[in-house]
């Protein structure tokens, strides 16, 4: 099992930053590709942004790309999010969860999730 806790939602205004945290535990971290996605209200999850196991790999969905970065702190077993540029349409539920298909974007390939912390932009 491993168990991933979300932190560094909050709101803030279009154009703003925020960095999002993911603290994991139990199992091996670092043999695990780790996502980010969000879910707005009404509307299904959708994948983010993920990164291979050893960061040497990253994805992004078009909609964020030039506007967050995906890294993660092997030693401390963290993962982040920072969103720069943020816009209304970000406003969201984001979920980090860890996954051993390489930087997958399907949600069913992730086999471990957080709880979520949601972020709110507004404009």
């Known amino acids: 099992q491993v168990q991933l806790v979300e932190s560094g939602g909050g709101l803030v205004q279009a154009g703003g930053s925020l960095r999002l945290s993911c603290a994991a535990s139990?199992?091996?971290?670092?043999?695990?590709?780790m996502g980010w996605f969000r879910q707005a209200p009404g509307k299904e999850r959708e994948f983010v942004a993920a990164?291979?196991?050893?960061?040497?790999?990253?994805k992004y969905v078009d909609s964020v790309k030039g506007r967050f970065t995906i890294s993660r702190d092997n030693a401390k077993n963290t993962v982040y999010l920072q969103m720069n540029s943020l816009k209304p349409e970000d406003t969201a539920v984001y979920y980090c969860?860890?996954?051993?298909?390489?930087?997958?974007?399907?949600?069913?390939?992730?086999?471990?999730w957080g709880q979520g912390t949601q972020v709110t932009v507004s404009s």
């Open positions: 139990g199992r091996t971290f670092s043999n695990y590709d």
């Open positions: 969860a860890a996954t051993i298909r390489p930087v997958s974007s399907r949600v069913a390939e992730y086999n471990y």
């Open positions: 990164i291979r196991y050893n960061g040497g790999r990253t």
